[in-house]
């Protein structure tokens, strides 16, 4: 795979990273919010993560495509490093890097949104299911 392709997806990966911190800041504000029984900034909060949730599954359809042009091997070890294995370069490793940073910060997401929805919704939650 030569250094564009490498540097490509570690530029959707880094966006990806920009925008789960978002997520993860506008959560925490969120479960601020909730601690203090502000309706209004609940809602404001909410409705405001909804904006890089958008633009995280932009960036997840480009980086589709975008493996849709590399050959088979290529996208073999896209897929590889996009699951964090190690690269066998410092370009590679720095997009297994980065991918396994993401996915680390995905899950303490996750775990905050799953108890900021059970607060929300209480026996209704979408965790619940």
């Known amino acids: 795979m030569d250094d564009k392709m ?8 880094r966006k990806k990273y920009n925008l ?16 203090r029984n502000d309706q209004v900034s609940v809602r404001m909060l ?12 932009e960036v997840k359809h480009n980086l589709s495509r975008r493996l849709l042009e590399f050959s088979p091997d290529d996208q073999d070890l896209a897929h590889r490093l ?27 997401i996750i775990e905050l949104d799953r108890r900021l929805n059970h607060r929300l919704t209480g026996d209704k939650s979408y965790y619940k299911k």
């Open 6 to 13: 490498l540097l490509d997806l570690q530029v959707l990966e």
């Open 46 to 57: 909410v409705a405001m993560r909804q904006d890089p949730l958008t633009q995280l599954e």
């Open 82 to 108: 996009l699951q964090g294995e190690a690269g066998s370069s410092p370009r590679e490793q720095a997009v297994a890097d980065q991918s396994n940073v993401n996915r680390r910060l995905l899950e303490r």
């Open 20 to 35: 789960l911190n978002d997520v993860m800041d506008l959560s925490q504000q969120l479960a601020t919010a909730m601690d």
